[in-house]
């Protein structure tokens, strides 16, 4: 196909859309607003649709494993792609078939998933505190500046510190609501400019990394 | 070259403690308050004021966009926000109109188990679809979410019981963002946070209050006060409007115990780091 | 119904220790659960945002919205990225993303995000003179750290002090970011834990 079909037009969709969109935030149109809402709809509708995508990668990357009994990286790692898989198909199957809002699927999502899935992440809590204890050192004015206030918040937010120090209450709120605020809402602001350009450099076509590769 | 004796000061021994050991002492800290019944009291923030004090300002009958980004990995640190603001908003005496969203696809089912962990005090006189409406999740993000500022009935064309949008008799005079009153939002997600600013407050005014877990206050902290008038950080903000509310000796005073004495070692031990390295990092300069 | 009562209780509490496991090892048990733990994830995304899609999407269009078979053909094409041939095809249907983003973004950045907070940092004058001392240091907090973010011309003499302090201002951010980060971990694994303990004694 041409260069038009697989290059050009999905440029020129991408900044029609977007202007439509972004333009429906500043001129009150009734055909702009409604085009704008349509569109918004049809890219939240087709975000959902990407979701399956994630679902065959995974299908693609732990298959192979499972069917050929690899060892790679680990080993017996067929055995935990088939965990994978069986967990991915088992759940996704159950939704789909039971409904999600069945109290049958919320009996299987709070015995076998629930219990661990923010766990798994949270241990690293664990960690963080060994952490802090053989890592946390003030060798310069950059590391009194970050360790003093960290130190200060972790009394202060539970809540024994203030009565063990009632003084850091006061201090506390200090550093939060106007060093920290301030500092952030710069930071916030820089950021934002920055991602005002990187949204116009993607409408006009400047920014093309998100087109998947031709083979 | 150093003696035998110096390098057994008690700063050396310090630093020698097994990982184990502390770990083992930070699971005793969380395990020992919560079987031993005991009383810490605790001041309320001005943010947490602020915030129960925001909701209780509001006009009769306000319209109140209650967000929960509910998913596993935030639930401990964000449910209990999520209960004591759900019973805030149900329990006002400015008989407020609640509307349920939810932008994480965990939401729905992560609000039925906090609805049966923590106690919901759902008072008799509100009925569904007349004061309070539960949607259900919003694909799409901050996509999702524009679309449900310009018009709800398109990203929810039924209730989470699949009541149609227009046979639910308080959704006749709420289409979008412009009928909202308030939004609030319970997330451990900056990205949330940012975009509700950026399509409810930003295109539409709508004033927003954060319950931010404590990985994302750093994100709302730029928003309050002019913005986010309030806010309600996690477990001990949970705690603390609990007790504006008036409920106590529940489910989360216990945690808050444990939370308190967790913190606390995770102080002692910062400050026992810090220390020791400066008395080694002295002596080995010396 | 026994039956059923034991496993709620039991088959979390396995999953529950295996997962602290990995504190003092890393060990096989813990590389199933962490295969198992992205198995299920990824199923209960799919189930749930199959049926986000199918409200809003498939049952308006069976009910006769016909125009929402355009998303629908428009998503179908993201998966010709896995057809080597016509991974092009994919591309109309990552545009709506990315177009939809980008505009919505734009759409509310300068009056939710931008102006807000240049507004109230520039409230200086207070009621009272801590008020106006206050604004004062939150104002020049606030340019310090933007300063920190100009980097087309060099960190040098005011600009390089401007910035030095900047980022110091930022760095007791970082720091409140980090305490308040292992907060949330902790409650996480408290709400766990205590969830364990009351099963085992039966509170």
Redesign the interface.
């Known amino acids: 196909m041409s260069v038009t079909f697989r290059r050009l037009l999905p440029l020129y969709l991408t900044f029609i859309v977007a202007v439509i969109i972004a333009l429906r935030s500043f001129v009150v149109h009734p055909t702009l607003a409604l085009l704008g809402t349509t569109f918004l709809k049809w890219s939240s509708l087709i975000r959902a649709i990407t979701v399956g995508l994630g679902f065959i990668s995974i299908l693609l990357f732990h298959g192979p494993k499972l069917v050929s009994r690899s060892n790679d990286p680990i080993p017996y790692q067929w055995f935990y792609s088939g965990t994978t898989l069986f967990g991915m198909f088992l759940f996704a199957l159950l939704g789909v078939g039971l409904g999600v809002r069945s109290s049958s699927y919320l009996w299987w999502y709070d015995v076998f998933y629930r219990p661990v899935a923010g766990l798994s992440t949270a241990v690293s809590g664990f960690f963080a505190l060994t952490a802090m204890y053989r890592s946390f050192r003030i060798r310069s004015l950059e590391s009194l500046f970050l360790v003093g206030p960290a130190l200060l918040i972790l009394l202060y937010d539970a809540p024994i510190g203030t009565i063990l120090l009632p003084g850091i209450g006061p201090l506390a709120d200090y550093i939060f609501l106007y060093i920290a605020a301030s500092a952030f809402r710069g930071f916030i602001v820089a950021a934002s400019l920055g991602t005002i350009l990187t949204s116009m450099r993607t409408i006009i076509g400047r920014e093309k990394g998100y087109l998947p590769e031709e083979a | 070259m150093t003696s035998s004796s110096e390098e057994n000061t008690i700063w050396d021994k310090l630093m020698s403690i097994p990982d184990n050991a502390i770990q083992v002492v930070f699971l005793l800290c969380m395990i020992v308050p919560l079987l031993v019944p005991m009383t810490i009291p605790y001041g309320v923030t001005p943010p947490t004021k602020a915030f129960y004090d925001t909701i209780n300002a509001l006009p009769e009958g306000s319209v109140v966009l209650y967000s929960m980004q509910l998913i596993p990995f935030n639930y401990g640190d964000c449910a209990a926000a999520t209960a004591s603001i759900f019973n805030l908003l149900l329990n006002a005496p400015n008989n407020l109109r609640v509307i349920l969203v939810f932008p994480a696809s965990d939401g729905p089912l992560m609000f039925d188990i906090m609805s049966a962990d923590y106690e919901i005090l759902m008072p008799e006189w509100r009925k569904y679809g007349e004061d309070w409406v539960r949607f259900g999740y919003y694909a799409g993000m901050e996509q999702g979410f524009a679309t449900l500022c310009d018009d709800m009935k398109t990203i929810f064309p039924s209730d989470y019981f699949d009541n149609p949008f227009d046979d639910l008799p308080m959704m006749s005079d709420i289409k979008s963002a412009a009928d909202w009153d308030l939004l609030i939002e319970v997330t451990s997600y900056t990205a949330i946070v940012d975009y509700e600013v950026r399509q409810a407050y930003g295109r539409y005014g709508v004033p927003c209050l954060f319950a931010p877990a404590g990985m994302t206050v750093m994100s709302i902290i730029p928003y309050y006060p002019h913005i986010s008038k309030g806010f309600v950080m996690g477990l001990s903000g949970a705690a603390q409007l609990n007790s504006l509310q008036g409920i106590s000796g529940t489910l989360v005073d216990l945690m808050g115990n444990s939370f308190s004495f967790m913190t606390l070692e995770a102080f002692i031990l910062a400050i026992l780091g810090i220390v020791s390295g400066y008395m080694l990092r002295h002596r080995r300069s010396t | 119904m026994a039956f059923v009562e034991l ?2 209780s039991w ?2 509490i396995i ?2 220790i ?3 496991s ?3 090892y890393d060990w ?1 048990g813990w ?23 199918y ?3 498939i ?2 269009l069976i009910g006769g919205d016909m ?2 078979i ?3 053909i ?3 094409c ?2 010709f ?2 057809i ?2 016509y ?2 095809v ?25 102006l ?6 520039a409230k200086i004058i207070g009621p009272t003179s801590w008020d106006t001392f ?1 604004g004062l ?3 020049i ?6 300063t ?2 100009i980097f087309t011309k060099p960190h040098k003499g005011v600009l390089g002090t401007s910035a030095r302090a ?30 364990m ?2 099963k085992i ?1 039966g509170i």
């Open positions: 496993m709620e088959i979390p999953l529950m295996t997962a602290i990995f504190i003092f096989v590389r199933w659960l962490e295969h198992w733990i992205i198995g299920t994830g990824a199923g209960v995304i799919v189930a749930t945002n199959w049926r986000a899609l409200r809003t999407g049952n308006p125009l929402l355009l998303p629908i428009f998503g179908i993201l998966y990225r896995f080597p041939e991974r092009w994919a591309r109309y249907g990552f545009l709506w993303v990315i177009a939809g983003g980008a505009g919505v973004t734009i759409g509310g950045i300068m009056q939710g995000q931008i807000p907070q240049i507004i109230q940092s206050n240091v939150s104002a907090i606030f340019l310090t750290t933007l920190y973010f900047g980022r110091l201002f930022m760095m007791v951010g970082f720091g409140l970011g980090f305490s308040t980060l292992i907060q949330t971990y902790f409650a996480v694994i408290l709400e766990r834990v205590q969830w303990t009351f004694l």
